[in-house]
Protein backbone atom coordinates (compact mmCIF):
# COMPACT_ATOMS: atom_id res chain seq x y z
CA UNK A 1 0.00 0.00 0.00
CA UNK A 2 1.88 3.25 -1.37
CA UNK A 3 1.65 5.90 1.43
CA UNK A 4 -0.12 9.00 0.18
CA UNK A 5 0.52 12.22 0.77
CA UNK A 6 -2.57 14.41 1.21
CA UNK A 7 -3.05 17.36 -1.48
CA UNK A 8 -3.26 19.72 1.17
CA UNK A 9 0.03 19.06 2.72
CA UNK A 10 1.95 18.84 -0.60
CA UNK A 11 0.47 22.18 -1.94
CA UNK A 12 1.54 23.29 1.46
CA UNK A 13 5.12 22.04 0.98
CA UNK A 14 5.57 23.66 -1.97
CA UNK A 15 4.70 26.97 -1.25
CA UNK A 16 6.18 26.58 2.02
CA UNK A 17 8.87 29.11 2.69
CA UNK A 18 10.94 26.56 4.54
CA UNK A 19 11.43 23.97 2.10
CA UNK A 20 14.44 22.06 1.53
CA UNK A 21 15.27 23.88 -2.00
CA UNK A 22 14.28 27.37 -0.34
CA UNK A 23 16.52 26.92 2.37
CA UNK A 24 18.99 25.86 0.56
CA UNK A 25 18.85 28.69 -1.77
CA UNK A 26 19.09 30.67 1.21
CA UNK A 27 22.14 29.42 2.79
CA UNK A 28 24.06 29.40 -0.33
CA UNK A 29 23.15 33.19 -0.68
CA UNK A 30 24.15 33.79 2.62
CA UNK A 31 27.45 31.78 2.60
CA UNK A 32 28.17 34.40 -0.53
CA UNK A 33 27.38 37.12 1.65
CA UNK A 34 29.58 36.02 4.31
CA UNK A 35 32.43 35.79 2.23
CA UNK A 36 32.07 39.10 0.35
CA UNK A 37 31.59 40.33 4.23
CA UNK A 38 35.08 38.72 5.55
CA UNK A 39 36.64 39.73 2.24
CA UNK A 40 35.89 43.62 2.52
CA UNK A 41 36.63 43.25 5.98
CA UNK A 42 40.33 42.21 5.44
CA UNK A 43 40.60 45.24 2.80
CA UNK A 44 39.06 47.19 5.35
CA UNK A 45 41.16 46.72 8.35
CA UNK A 46 44.09 46.60 6.40
CA UNK A 47 43.36 50.29 4.80
CA UNK A 48 42.46 51.62 8.48
CA UNK A 49 45.81 50.27 9.99
CA UNK A 50 47.95 52.40 7.31
CA UNK A 51 44.85 55.18 8.18
CA UNK A 52 45.87 54.84 12.22
CA UNK A 53 49.94 54.76 11.52
CA UNK A 54 49.74 57.56 9.17
CA UNK A 55 48.05 59.93 11.78
CA UNK A 56 50.31 59.05 14.00
CA UNK A 57 52.91 59.92 12.22
CA UNK A 58 51.68 63.12 10.88
CA UNK A 59 51.04 63.98 14.57
CA UNK A 60 54.77 63.95 15.52
CA UNK A 61 56.12 64.90 12.20
CA UNK A 62 53.92 68.42 12.92
CA UNK A 63 55.22 68.56 16.55
CA UNK A 64 58.58 68.14 15.11
CA UNK A 65 58.32 70.61 12.80
CA UNK A 66 56.76 73.54 15.11
CA UNK A 67 60.08 72.33 17.48
CA UNK A 68 62.02 73.22 14.77
CA UNK A 69 60.41 76.26 13.76
CA UNK A 70 60.41 77.56 17.55
CA UNK A 71 56.59 77.28 17.77
CA UNK A 72 54.38 75.42 19.54
CA UNK A 73 51.86 72.95 17.64
CA UNK A 74 48.29 72.68 18.58
CA UNK A 75 46.97 69.16 18.53
CA UNK A 76 43.26 69.54 17.12
CA UNK A 77 40.92 69.07 19.95
CA UNK A 78 39.43 65.75 20.44
CA UNK A 79 36.24 64.00 19.20
CA UNK A 80 35.57 61.38 20.75
CA UNK A 81 35.09 60.88 24.37
CA UNK A 82 34.24 57.68 26.60
CA UNK A 83 32.06 58.35 29.64
CA UNK A 84 31.95 56.11 32.30
CA UNK A 85 29.42 56.34 35.03
CA UNK A 86 31.51 55.84 38.40
CA UNK A 87 28.23 56.54 41.13
CA UNK A 88 25.57 54.79 41.49
CA UNK A 89 21.32 55.31 41.09
CA UNK A 90 20.59 56.65 44.56
CA UNK A 91 20.47 60.19 45.62
CA UNK A 92 21.18 61.95 41.87
CA UNK A 93 19.07 64.83 41.30
CA UNK A 94 17.14 65.34 38.20
CA UNK A 95 18.74 67.38 36.01
CA UNK A 96 22.10 64.79 36.36
CA UNK A 97 19.77 61.99 36.09
CA UNK A 98 18.05 63.15 33.09
CA UNK A 99 21.36 63.81 31.62
CA UNK A 100 22.55 60.16 31.88
CA UNK A 101 19.64 58.91 31.27
CA UNK A 102 20.19 60.54 27.49
CA UNK A 103 23.52 59.19 27.28
CA UNK A 104 22.37 56.40 28.11
CA UNK A 105 24.37 55.74 31.39
CA UNK A 106 21.78 54.24 33.81
CA UNK A 107 23.80 51.71 35.77
CA UNK A 108 27.16 52.40 37.50
CA UNK A 109 30.09 51.52 35.49
CA UNK A 110 28.37 51.88 32.14
CA UNK A 111 30.26 53.17 29.49
CA UNK A 112 29.32 55.25 26.13
CA UNK A 113 31.26 56.94 23.14
CA UNK A 114 30.14 60.38 22.94
CA UNK A 115 31.02 63.11 20.21
CA UNK A 116 32.31 65.63 21.78
CA UNK A 117 30.71 69.79 20.58
CA UNK A 118 29.87 72.67 22.48
CA UNK A 119 26.23 70.68 23.47
CA UNK A 120 27.88 67.58 24.87
CA UNK A 121 30.28 69.07 26.58
CA UNK A 122 27.84 71.26 28.13
CA UNK A 123 26.13 68.19 29.27
CA UNK A 124 28.94 66.74 30.50
CA UNK A 125 29.74 69.58 32.58
CA UNK A 126 26.37 68.96 34.60
CA UNK A 127 27.29 65.01 35.37
CA UNK A 128 30.78 65.94 36.41
CA UNK A 129 30.56 64.51 39.38
CA UNK A 130 28.74 61.23 38.76
CA UNK A 131 30.62 60.04 35.91
CA UNK A 132 34.48 60.08 34.63
CA UNK A 133 35.77 60.50 31.15
CA UNK A 134 38.51 61.04 28.60
CA UNK A 135 39.93 60.82 25.24
CA UNK A 136 40.46 57.00 24.17
CA UNK A 137 43.13 55.87 21.93
CA UNK A 138 42.31 53.36 19.18
CA UNK A 139 43.29 50.28 21.20
CA UNK A 140 40.79 51.38 23.61
CA UNK A 141 38.24 51.56 21.63
CA UNK A 142 39.14 48.18 20.07
CA UNK A 143 39.41 46.56 23.06
CA UNK A 144 35.86 47.95 23.77
CA UNK A 145 34.24 46.95 20.45
CA UNK A 146 36.11 43.78 20.75
CA UNK A 147 35.52 42.69 24.25
CA UNK A 148 32.09 44.20 25.56
CA UNK A 149 30.96 45.28 22.36
CA UNK A 150 26.77 44.06 22.15
CA UNK A 151 24.64 45.08 20.05
CA UNK A 152 20.87 46.17 20.39
CA UNK A 153 19.46 43.94 17.90
CA UNK A 154 15.49 43.54 18.16
CA UNK A 155 15.65 45.66 21.18
CA UNK A 156 17.89 42.91 22.63
CA UNK A 157 20.89 42.97 23.44
CA UNK A 158 23.15 40.43 22.08
CA UNK A 159 27.01 39.95 21.90
CA UNK A 160 28.67 41.03 18.40
CA UNK A 161 30.10 37.59 17.02
CA UNK A 162 30.27 38.34 13.97
CA UNK A 163 30.14 40.84 10.91
CA UNK A 164 27.13 39.19 9.91
CA UNK A 165 25.59 41.07 12.51
CA UNK A 166 27.18 43.88 11.95
CA UNK A 167 26.67 43.93 8.20
CA UNK A 168 22.84 43.35 8.62
CA UNK A 169 22.54 46.07 10.74
CA UNK A 170 24.80 48.70 9.24
CA UNK A 171 25.35 48.15 5.95
CA UNK A 172 23.53 50.99 4.46
CA UNK A 173 26.37 53.25 6.33
CA UNK A 174 28.82 51.38 4.80
CA UNK A 175 29.97 49.33 7.84
CA UNK A 176 30.46 45.89 7.31
CA UNK A 177 32.66 44.46 10.02
CA UNK A 178 34.42 44.99 13.33
CA UNK A 179 37.20 47.21 12.08
CA UNK A 180 34.74 49.35 10.30
CA UNK A 181 32.53 49.96 13.64
CA UNK A 182 35.91 51.01 15.44
CA UNK A 183 36.88 53.24 12.69
CA UNK A 184 33.47 54.85 12.50
CA UNK A 185 33.32 55.49 16.56
CA UNK A 186 37.42 56.26 16.72
CA UNK A 187 37.21 58.89 13.97
CA UNK A 188 33.80 60.43 14.89
CA UNK A 189 32.36 59.74 10.68
CA UNK A 190 29.63 61.09 9.11
CA UNK A 191 27.61 58.14 10.76
CA UNK A 192 29.15 57.69 14.68
CA UNK A 193 25.79 58.29 14.92
CA UNK A 194 24.20 55.56 13.80
CA UNK A 195 27.27 53.54 14.78
CA UNK A 196 27.12 54.49 18.26
CA UNK A 197 23.50 53.32 18.39
CA UNK A 198 24.04 50.02 17.32
CA UNK A 199 26.33 49.87 20.29
CA UNK A 200 24.61 48.73 23.39
CA UNK A 201 25.96 50.74 26.63
CA UNK A 202 29.28 49.01 27.46
CA UNK A 203 28.73 47.27 30.90
CA UNK A 204 31.97 47.34 32.43
CA UNK A 205 33.59 45.55 35.40
CA UNK A 206 34.24 47.77 38.66
CA UNK A 207 38.35 48.93 38.32
CA UNK A 208 40.68 46.61 39.30
CA UNK A 209 42.63 48.21 42.42
CA UNK A 210 39.92 50.03 43.07
CA UNK A 211 38.95 54.03 43.10
CA UNK A 212 40.97 56.33 45.21
CA UNK A 213 38.01 58.74 45.89
CA UNK A 214 34.73 59.53 43.53
CA UNK A 215 33.68 62.52 45.76
CA UNK A 216 36.44 64.34 44.70
CA UNK A 217 37.74 65.13 41.04
CA UNK A 218 40.44 63.99 38.97
CA UNK A 219 42.25 67.04 39.40
CA UNK A 220 41.85 66.84 42.84
CA UNK A 221 43.40 63.65 42.96
CA UNK A 222 39.82 62.05 43.24
CA UNK A 223 38.31 60.20 40.80
CA UNK A 224 35.59 61.82 38.62
CA UNK A 225 35.59 64.21 35.73
CA UNK A 226 37.42 64.28 32.77
CA UNK A 227 40.75 62.71 32.97
CA UNK A 228 41.60 63.13 29.16
CA UNK A 229 44.09 60.18 27.90
CA UNK A 230 44.46 58.36 31.48
CA UNK A 231 40.68 57.22 30.34
CA UNK A 232 42.97 54.51 28.71
CA UNK A 233 44.38 52.98 31.62
CA UNK A 234 41.52 52.74 33.48
CA UNK A 235 39.39 51.09 30.83
CA UNK A 236 42.30 48.49 30.91
CA UNK A 237 41.47 48.16 34.73
CA UNK A 238 37.73 47.88 34.18
CA UNK A 239 37.70 45.90 30.61
CA UNK B 1 -26.26 24.95 1.17
CA UNK B 2 -24.67 23.00 3.64
CA UNK B 3 -21.83 20.55 2.93
CA UNK B 4 -23.63 17.69 4.40
CA UNK B 5 -23.79 14.39 2.32
CA UNK B 6 -27.23 15.39 0.10
CA UNK B 7 -29.48 12.62 -1.20
CA UNK B 8 -30.67 14.28 -3.92
CA UNK B 9 -33.07 11.48 -5.22
CA UNK B 10 -35.13 9.27 -2.23
CA UNK B 11 -36.96 6.20 -3.24
CA UNK B 12 -40.62 5.57 -2.48
CA UNK B 13 -41.70 1.90 -1.51
CA UNK B 14 -44.61 -0.25 -1.72
CA UNK B 15 -46.47 -1.15 1.22
CA UNK B 16 -46.34 -4.84 0.43
CA UNK B 17 -44.87 -7.60 -2.15
CA UNK B 18 -41.55 -6.99 -2.87
CA UNK B 19 -39.23 -4.34 -0.71
CA UNK B 20 -37.79 -2.39 -4.28
CA UNK B 21 -38.16 1.31 -5.26
CA UNK B 22 -41.17 1.94 -7.76
CA UNK B 23 -40.30 5.35 -7.57
CA UNK B 24 -37.74 8.06 -7.19
CA UNK B 25 -38.41 11.72 -5.79
CA UNK B 26 -36.79 14.67 -4.66
CA UNK B 27 -34.92 15.09 -1.31
CA UNK B 28 -37.07 18.39 -0.29
CA UNK B 29 -34.95 21.22 0.90
CA UNK B 30 -35.77 20.96 4.52
CA UNK B 31 -33.40 17.78 5.00
CA UNK B 32 -30.73 20.33 4.52
CA UNK B 33 -32.07 22.86 7.01
CA UNK B 34 -28.83 23.31 9.68
CA UNK B 35 -28.62 20.73 12.16
CA UNK B 36 -28.99 22.73 15.87
CA UNK B 37 -29.20 20.73 18.70
CA UNK B 38 -29.31 24.20 20.79
CA UNK B 39 -32.31 25.58 19.20
CA UNK B 40 -34.31 22.24 19.07
CA UNK B 41 -33.74 22.13 23.02
CA UNK B 42 -34.59 25.90 23.77
CA UNK B 43 -37.91 25.39 21.79
CA UNK B 44 -38.60 21.83 23.14
CA UNK B 45 -38.27 22.81 27.00
CA UNK B 46 -40.59 26.02 26.81
CA UNK B 47 -42.94 24.09 24.27
CA UNK B 48 -42.80 21.04 26.80
CA UNK B 49 -44.44 23.52 29.53
CA UNK B 50 -47.58 24.63 27.49
CA UNK B 51 -49.36 21.29 28.11
CA UNK B 52 -49.63 21.87 31.91
CA UNK B 53 -51.88 21.98 34.18
CA UNK B 54 -51.86 24.63 36.75
CA UNK B 55 -51.92 23.12 40.08
CA UNK B 56 -51.73 25.29 43.38
CA UNK B 57 -51.93 24.68 47.43
CA UNK B 58 -55.43 25.81 48.68
CA UNK B 59 -55.53 29.41 49.87
CA UNK B 60 -56.17 28.45 53.17
CA UNK B 61 -54.07 25.85 54.31
CA UNK B 62 -52.04 26.66 57.29
CA UNK B 63 -54.21 29.95 58.21
CA UNK B 64 -57.17 28.32 59.29
CA UNK B 65 -56.23 29.29 63.27
CA UNK B 66 -56.31 32.13 65.01
CA UNK B 67 -52.86 31.52 66.86
CA UNK B 68 -51.32 34.69 68.40
CA UNK B 69 -47.20 35.19 69.44
CA UNK B 70 -46.95 34.82 73.45
CA UNK B 71 -44.03 37.36 73.27
CA UNK B 72 -41.31 37.74 74.99
CA UNK B 73 -40.45 36.12 78.80
CA UNK B 74 -42.33 32.95 78.49
CA UNK B 75 -39.01 30.89 77.70
CA UNK B 76 -40.39 29.98 74.93
CA UNK B 77 -39.72 30.87 70.74
CA UNK B 78 -42.21 33.56 69.87
CA UNK B 79 -43.80 32.15 66.91
CA UNK B 80 -47.32 32.65 67.15
CA UNK B 81 -49.33 29.75 68.94
CA UNK B 82 -52.84 28.36 69.08
CA UNK B 83 -54.90 30.03 71.14
CA UNK B 84 -57.14 28.10 73.85
CA UNK B 85 -57.13 24.96 76.02
CA UNK B 86 -57.95 21.99 76.47
CA UNK B 87 -56.32 20.03 73.42
CA UNK B 88 -53.32 18.96 72.58
CA UNK B 89 -53.04 22.03 69.90
CA UNK B 90 -53.00 24.43 71.93
CA UNK B 91 -50.05 26.34 72.58
CA UNK B 92 -48.43 24.96 69.17
CA UNK B 93 -46.73 26.65 66.92
CA UNK B 94 -49.13 27.57 63.92
CA UNK B 95 -48.43 30.04 60.61
CA UNK B 96 -44.78 30.01 60.15
CA UNK B 97 -43.50 27.32 57.54
CA UNK B 98 -41.16 25.65 59.81
CA UNK B 99 -44.25 25.02 62.10
CA UNK B 100 -46.29 21.64 61.97
CA UNK B 101 -49.51 22.11 60.53
CA UNK B 102 -48.38 25.50 59.37
CA UNK B 103 -48.55 27.32 55.74
CA UNK B 104 -46.03 26.47 53.55
CA UNK B 105 -43.31 29.32 52.41
CA UNK B 106 -44.66 31.09 49.30
CA UNK B 107 -48.04 28.57 49.19
CA UNK B 108 -48.11 28.32 45.06
CA UNK B 109 -50.70 30.02 43.05
CA UNK B 110 -52.37 29.35 40.16
CA UNK B 111 -51.47 32.23 38.07
CA UNK B 112 -48.01 30.97 38.01
CA UNK B 113 -46.76 31.29 34.08
CA UNK B 114 -47.47 27.85 33.35
CA UNK B 115 -47.07 28.30 29.49
CA UNK B 116 -43.86 30.02 27.10
CA UNK B 117 -44.17 31.83 24.24
CA UNK B 118 -41.88 31.12 21.83
CA UNK B 119 -40.69 33.17 18.71
CA UNK B 120 -42.38 31.80 15.66
CA UNK B 121 -39.75 31.83 13.73
CA UNK B 122 -37.29 29.99 16.64
CA UNK B 123 -40.36 27.08 16.63
CA UNK B 124 -40.34 26.66 12.86
CA UNK B 125 -36.53 26.71 13.04
CA UNK B 126 -36.60 23.79 15.37
CA UNK B 127 -39.17 21.91 13.22
CA UNK B 128 -37.04 22.49 10.33
CA UNK B 129 -33.67 21.12 12.48
CA UNK B 130 -35.64 18.34 13.71
CA UNK B 131 -37.13 17.44 10.45
CA UNK B 132 -33.51 17.19 8.61
CA UNK B 133 -31.92 15.06 11.68
CA UNK B 134 -34.73 12.71 10.91
CA UNK B 135 -32.99 11.65 7.74
CA UNK B 136 -29.29 11.84 9.44
CA UNK B 137 -29.30 7.84 10.30
CA UNK B 138 -26.48 8.24 13.27
CA UNK B 139 -28.91 10.46 14.75
CA UNK B 140 -31.75 8.32 14.38
CA UNK B 141 -29.57 5.48 16.05
CA UNK B 142 -28.34 7.22 18.19
CA UNK B 143 -31.74 8.07 19.55
CA UNK B 144 -32.34 4.18 20.24
CA UNK B 145 -34.29 3.46 16.96
CA UNK B 146 -33.94 0.07 15.68
CA UNK B 147 -33.36 1.20 11.94
CA UNK B 148 -30.80 -1.13 10.74
CA UNK B 149 -33.10 -3.48 8.75
CA UNK B 150 -34.40 -0.45 7.00
CA UNK B 151 -33.87 0.02 2.83
CA UNK B 152 -33.33 3.38 3.43
CA UNK B 153 -33.92 6.41 5.39
CA UNK B 154 -35.42 8.86 5.09
CA UNK B 155 -38.24 6.22 4.73
CA UNK B 156 -40.62 7.07 2.07
CA UNK B 157 -43.58 4.74 1.36
CA UNK B 158 -46.25 4.78 -1.64
CA UNK B 159 -49.76 6.52 -0.39
CA UNK B 160 -51.51 3.54 -0.29
CA UNK B 161 -50.37 3.33 3.13
CA UNK B 162 -53.05 6.13 3.88
CA UNK B 163 -55.72 3.96 2.79
CA UNK B 164 -55.27 1.24 5.26
CA UNK B 165 -57.61 0.85 7.69
CA UNK B 166 -56.96 -2.45 9.68
CA UNK B 167 -54.43 -3.04 12.16
CA UNK B 168 -53.37 -6.05 10.66
CA UNK B 169 -52.31 -4.13 7.64
CA UNK B 170 -50.58 -1.67 9.58
CA UNK B 171 -48.59 -4.42 11.13
CA UNK B 172 -48.17 -6.41 8.69
CA UNK B 173 -46.68 -2.70 6.82
CA UNK B 174 -44.19 -2.20 9.68
CA UNK B 175 -43.19 -6.05 9.48
CA UNK B 176 -42.85 -5.70 5.59
CA UNK B 177 -40.96 -2.63 5.64
CA UNK B 178 -38.54 -3.44 8.50
CA UNK B 179 -39.65 -0.94 11.10
CA UNK B 180 -41.20 -3.48 13.48
CA UNK B 181 -38.26 -4.03 14.93
CA UNK B 182 -38.74 -0.59 16.31
CA UNK B 183 -42.06 -1.87 17.64
CA UNK B 184 -40.77 -4.81 19.09
CA UNK B 185 -38.62 -2.80 21.25
CA UNK B 186 -41.11 -0.44 22.65
CA UNK B 187 -43.39 -3.85 23.29
CA UNK B 188 -40.78 -5.56 24.91
CA UNK B 189 -39.82 -1.84 27.24
CA UNK B 190 -43.47 -1.58 28.31
CA UNK B 191 -43.16 -1.03 32.48
CA UNK B 192 -44.61 0.76 35.13
CA UNK B 193 -44.40 3.97 35.62
CA UNK B 194 -41.85 5.00 38.43
CA UNK B 195 -42.70 7.52 40.88
CA UNK B 196 -46.58 8.82 41.75
CA UNK B 197 -47.49 8.89 38.50
CA UNK B 198 -48.51 5.20 38.44
CA UNK B 199 -51.42 6.08 40.72
CA UNK B 200 -52.21 9.18 39.09
CA UNK B 201 -53.72 7.65 35.95
CA UNK B 202 -49.89 7.65 34.23
CA UNK B 203 -49.15 3.70 35.30
CA UNK B 204 -47.30 2.70 32.28
CA UNK B 205 -44.20 4.06 30.58
CA UNK B 206 -43.79 3.34 26.51
CA UNK B 207 -40.24 3.74 24.29
CA UNK B 208 -41.50 5.91 21.55
CA UNK B 209 -41.61 3.91 18.18
CA UNK B 210 -42.03 5.03 14.76
CA UNK B 211 -43.68 7.79 13.66
CA UNK B 212 -46.12 7.44 10.47
CA UNK B 213 -46.49 10.68 8.69
CA UNK B 214 -49.27 11.11 6.01
CA UNK B 215 -50.51 13.56 3.63
CA UNK B 216 -54.40 12.80 3.92
CA UNK B 217 -56.44 10.43 6.19
CA UNK B 218 -57.98 8.00 4.80
CA UNK B 219 -58.03 5.40 7.78
CA UNK B 220 -54.06 5.15 8.39
CA UNK B 221 -55.22 6.95 11.80
CA UNK B 222 -57.29 4.57 13.11
CA UNK B 223 -54.95 1.33 11.43
CA UNK B 224 -52.16 2.40 13.46
CA UNK B 225 -53.51 4.16 16.59
CA UNK B 226 -53.79 0.65 18.59
CA UNK B 227 -49.41 -0.72 17.66
CA UNK B 228 -47.66 0.39 20.97
CA UNK B 229 -44.96 3.33 20.46
CA UNK B 230 -46.22 4.11 17.17
CA UNK B 231 -47.92 7.40 16.14
CA UNK B 232 -49.18 8.99 13.30
CA UNK B 233 -48.94 13.03 12.40
CA UNK B 234 -50.30 15.07 9.46
CA UNK B 235 -47.82 16.32 7.59
CA UNK B 236 -49.08 20.45 7.80
CA UNK B 237 -48.91 19.30 11.86
CA UNK B 238 -45.39 18.44 12.77
CA UNK B 239 -45.00 18.41 16.71
CA UNK B 240 -41.90 19.38 17.73
CA UNK B 241 -42.74 17.13 20.97
CA UNK B 242 -42.74 14.36 18.51
CA UNK B 243 -40.13 15.02 16.18
CA UNK B 244 -37.43 15.21 19.04
CA UNK B 245 -39.18 13.75 22.00
CA UNK B 246 -37.10 14.91 25.12
CA UNK B 247 -35.35 17.41 23.05
CA UNK B 248 -33.51 14.75 21.12
CA UNK B 249 -33.21 14.73 17.64
CA UNK B 250 -33.84 12.11 14.97
CA UNK B 251 -37.01 10.60 15.74
CA UNK B 252 -37.35 7.29 13.01
CA UNK B 253 -40.44 8.38 10.39
CA UNK B 254 -41.92 6.85 7.65
CA UNK B 255 -43.12 9.15 5.07
CA UNK B 256 -45.96 8.61 2.80
CA UNK B 257 -44.91 9.94 -0.85
CA UNK B 258 -47.63 12.90 -1.21
CA UNK B 259 -46.75 13.90 2.84
CA UNK B 260 -42.91 14.03 1.49
CA UNK B 261 -43.54 15.92 -1.31
CA UNK B 262 -45.71 18.15 0.60
CA UNK B 263 -42.55 19.15 2.65
CA UNK B 264 -41.22 21.18 -0.42
CA UNK B 265 -44.13 23.33 -0.21
CA UNK B 266 -44.94 23.78 3.75
CA UNK B 267 -41.13 24.41 4.62
CA UNK B 268 -40.35 25.97 1.19
CA UNK B 269 -36.45 25.86 0.27
CA UNK B 270 -33.89 29.09 0.19
CA UNK B 271 -35.00 30.62 -2.50
CA UNK B 272 -38.68 30.13 -2.17
CA UNK B 273 -40.40 30.79 1.10
CA UNK B 274 -43.39 28.16 2.39
CA UNK B 275 -46.52 28.28 1.09
CA UNK B 276 -48.29 28.09 4.05
CA UNK B 277 -45.99 29.91 6.22
CA UNK B 278 -46.16 33.33 5.10
CA UNK B 279 -42.92 35.00 4.71
CA UNK B 280 -40.83 31.94 5.96
CA UNK B 281 -37.79 30.86 4.42
CA UNK B 282 -35.75 28.08 5.65
CA UNK B 283 -33.01 28.97 8.16
CA UNK B 284 -29.49 29.14 6.95
CA UNK B 285 -26.55 28.16 9.00
CA UNK B 286 -23.63 30.39 10.22
CA UNK B 287 -21.06 28.58 8.28
CA UNK B 288 -21.88 26.84 4.77
CA UNK B 289 -18.30 25.26 4.44
CA UNK B 290 -17.45 23.89 7.57
CA UNK B 291 -14.10 22.63 6.92
CA UNK B 292 -12.10 25.90 7.95
CA UNK B 293 -8.93 24.35 7.73
CA UNK B 294 -9.29 23.08 3.86
CA UNK B 295 -10.40 26.77 3.72
CA UNK B 296 -7.01 28.32 5.05
CA UNK B 297 -4.96 25.98 3.16
CA UNK B 298 -6.73 26.31 -0.35
CA UNK B 299 -4.57 28.07 -2.77
CA UNK B 300 -7.31 30.95 -2.95
CA UNK B 301 -6.67 31.94 0.21
CA UNK B 302 -2.50 30.78 0.54
CA UNK B 303 -1.73 32.98 -2.27
CA UNK B 304 -3.48 36.31 -0.96
CA UNK B 305 -1.31 35.89 2.19
CA UNK B 306 1.74 37.92 2.96
CA UNK B 307 4.74 35.96 3.37
CA UNK B 308 5.13 34.48 7.12
CA UNK B 309 7.87 36.84 8.89
CA UNK B 310 10.72 34.86 9.00
CA UNK B 311 12.09 33.73 12.71
CA UNK B 312 15.54 35.35 12.54
CA UNK B 313 17.08 32.28 14.50
CA UNK B 314 20.13 33.39 13.85
CA UNK B 315 19.80 35.39 17.49
CA UNK B 316 16.85 33.59 18.52
CA UNK B 317 19.36 31.73 21.20
CA UNK B 318 21.49 33.84 23.94
CA UNK B 319 25.24 33.82 21.77
CA UNK B 320 28.11 32.76 23.94
CA UNK B 321 31.42 34.05 22.47
CA UNK B 322 35.00 33.36 23.82
CA UNK B 323 36.94 36.57 24.57
CA UNK B 324 39.05 37.33 21.54
CA UNK B 325 41.87 38.66 22.94
CA UNK B 326 42.39 34.70 24.42
CA UNK B 327 40.81 32.73 21.82
CA UNK B 328 42.61 33.50 18.36
CA UNK B 329 39.52 31.80 15.80
CA UNK B 330 37.43 34.44 17.62
CA UNK B 331 39.33 37.24 16.93
CA UNK B 332 40.06 36.20 13.21
CA UNK B 333 36.16 35.76 12.99
CA UNK B 334 35.93 39.12 14.04
CA UNK B 335 38.67 40.68 12.37
CA UNK B 336 39.71 38.24 9.50
CA UNK B 337 43.20 40.59 9.20
CA UNK B 338 44.35 40.41 12.59
CA UNK B 339 46.72 37.46 11.85
CA UNK B 340 48.37 39.08 9.03
CA UNK B 341 48.86 42.40 11.23
CA UNK B 342 50.59 40.65 13.97
CA UNK B 343 52.22 38.84 11.35
CA UNK B 344 53.48 42.70 9.88
CA UNK B 345 53.83 43.81 13.42
CA UNK B 346 56.28 40.81 13.98
CA UNK B 347 58.32 41.68 10.86
CA UNK B 348 58.34 45.56 11.56
CA UNK B 349 59.54 44.59 15.51
CA UNK B 350 61.89 41.78 13.72
CA UNK B 351 63.04 44.73 11.40
CA UNK B 352 63.24 47.66 14.18
CA UNK B 353 65.44 45.25 16.11
CA UNK B 354 67.92 45.01 13.35
CA UNK B 355 68.21 48.42 12.56
CA UNK B 356 68.36 49.15 15.97
CA UNK B 357 71.03 46.44 16.76
CA UNK B 358 73.13 47.91 13.50
CA UNK B 359 72.89 51.51 15.18
CA UNK B 360 74.07 49.97 18.32
CA UNK B 361 76.45 47.56 17.34
CA UNK B 362 78.14 50.66 15.26
CA UNK B 363 78.29 53.20 17.83
CA UNK B 364 79.67 50.78 20.00
CA UNK B 365 82.42 49.87 17.48
CA UNK B 366 82.85 53.53 17.54
CA UNK B 367 83.27 53.91 20.91
CA UNK B 368 85.77 50.98 21.89
CA UNK B 369 87.84 53.01 18.34
CA UNK B 370 87.83 56.01 20.47
CA UNK B 371 88.54 53.97 23.25
CA UNK B 372 91.14 52.04 21.84
CA UNK B 373 92.71 55.30 20.15
CA UNK B 374 92.69 57.88 23.05
CA UNK B 375 94.37 54.95 24.98
CA UNK B 376 96.97 55.31 22.55
CA UNK B 377 97.00 58.86 22.38
CA UNK B 378 97.49 58.67 26.29
CA UNK B 379 100.54 56.23 25.81
CA UNK B 380 102.26 58.86 23.55
CA UNK B 381 101.43 61.82 25.48
CA UNK B 382 103.28 60.30 28.08
CA UNK B 383 106.97 59.51 26.75
CA UNK B 384 106.82 63.49 26.46
CA UNK B 385 108.64 66.38 28.35
CA UNK B 386 107.48 68.17 31.40
CA UNK B 387 108.07 71.65 30.08
CA UNK B 388 106.44 71.05 26.73
CA UNK B 389 103.53 69.34 28.79
CA UNK B 390 103.51 72.75 30.53
CA UNK B 391 103.15 74.23 27.74
CA UNK B 392 100.99 72.28 25.95
CA UNK B 393 98.66 72.56 29.20
CA UNK B 394 98.83 76.21 28.87
CA UNK B 395 97.87 76.33 24.90
CA UNK B 396 94.56 74.18 25.83
CA UNK B 397 91.56 76.25 25.18
CA UNK B 398 89.42 75.43 27.97
Known amino acids: MSKQVPETIKKQVKRSFNSKEVKKEKNEKRMKLLKEIQSKAFKRAEKYEKEYLEQDQKLVELKQKALKEGSFYREPEPKLAFIIRIRGIVGVPPKPRKILQLLRLRRIYSGVFIRLNKSSLRMLHFIDPYVTWGYPDVETVRALIYKRGHARVNHQRKIIDSNEMIYDKLQKYDIVCMEDLVHEIYTVGKNFKHANSFLWAFKLKPPVGGFSTVKKSFVNKGEHGNREQYINTLVKKMI | ?398
Open chain 2, 1 to 398: MTTQQLRPIVSVFPIKGKVKTIKQVPLPSVFSAPIRPDVVRFVHTNMAKNNRQAHAVSTTAGEQTSATSWGTGRAVARIPRVKGSGTGRSGQAAFGNMCRGGRMYAPKKVWRKWHRKINTNQKRYAVCSAIAATAVTPLVMSRGHRVNKLPELPLVVSDQLQSLTKTRQAVKFLKFIGAYRDVEKVIRTKKTRVGQGKYRNRRHVLRKGPMVVYARNLGIKKAFRNIPGVETASVYTLNLLKLAPGSQMGRFIIWTESAFKLLEDIYGSWEKPSKFKSGFYLPRPVMVNTDVERIIKSDQVQTVLRNRRPRSRKYGKKIQRADPYEDMSVMVKLNPYYKTKLQKQKELDEKNKKERKEIVDKSRKEYEDWLYFSEEEEEEEEEGSDEDREIEVLSDEN
